[in-house]
């Protein structure tokens, strides 16, 4: 079985602090991938990042950062200078073969970004 | 060009009726879902389907059926609709297994009334 937990249900910032979204998972595969999908108002779902078990680099893309860490089993996701475009819900997501390689999410953390 | 793309949009019935989303992906990818996001925005994995076959169904009531005519396509048909069934539900498509990231459509907004 697989599981993913967001602690954080809502988050609400001033435009340019930074953030950061926690997200802890479970699992008993050794191989397994990790995503992170942002939901905007609009609704769709947006793929941000992907990344497998075994490249624990962290990872910057503009303003985007992530930090996986197994032995923790967790894999953060900070936004730096946040804008109110950013304003959306993040998922956390895990996909192992022991979940039968579906994309098992997290509750979700919805983030808001104030003036 | 829309990679993923659900129809309809919006959907308004009565309890009772019967209904269908539709699902179309242009990706040339081999597996497609159904996901439903609760008013919580709780996504919940309810079917999946690789090549045309089913390989997922989780516990979703028999009311729902999914049908894939091809890889291309993955439809949800909808029974004797209740008033829980209100809820946005995803249509995705992915390439390969777990490795991949999966596109999501835009979502189709049903409401139960």
């Known amino acids: 079985a697989q599981k993913v937990t967001q602690a954080q249900t809502e988050i609400s910032v001033v435009e340019k602090e930074d953030v950061t979204l926690d997200c802890v998972y479970e699992t008993r595969d050794t191989t397994y991938y990790l995503f992170w999908y942002k939901q905007p108002p609009s609704g769709e779902l947006v793929f941000l990042i992907r990344r497998n078990s075994f490249d624990e680099q962290n990872e910057i893309s503009g303003r985007y950062s992530w930090n996986f860490q197994k032995s923790t089993s967790s894999f953060n996701f900070t936004i730096t200078a946040s804008q109110v475009v950013d304003s959306a819900v993040y998922f956390c997501?895990?996909?192992?073969?022991?979940?039968?390689?579906?994309?098992?999410f997290g509750t979700g953390t919805q983030l808001k970004v104030e003036l | 060009d829309t990679a993923v793309s659900q129809t309809p949009k919006y959907l308004v019935t009565q309890m009772g009726n019967d209904k269908s989303i539709k699902c179309e992906q242009n990706?040339?990818?081999?597996?497609m879902y159904w996901y439903k996001q609760d008013s919580k925005k709780f996504l919940k994995i309810m079917f999946s389907y690789n090549n045309k076959e089913l390989i997922i169904n989780e516990t979703v009531p028999n009311r729902f059926s999914p049908k894939s005519p091809d890889k291309a396509h993955l439809n949800l048909h909808i029974n004797s609709l209740e008033l829980g069934d209100s809820a946005v539900y995803f249509c995705a498509s992915r390439q390969g297994g777990r490795n991949t990231e999966a596109f999501f459509g835009q979502g189709t907004r049903l409401t139960v009334v």
């Open positions: 990706l040339g990818h081999d597996t």
């Open positions: 997501a895990l996909s192992g073969a022991g979940g039968g390689n579906k994309l098992t």
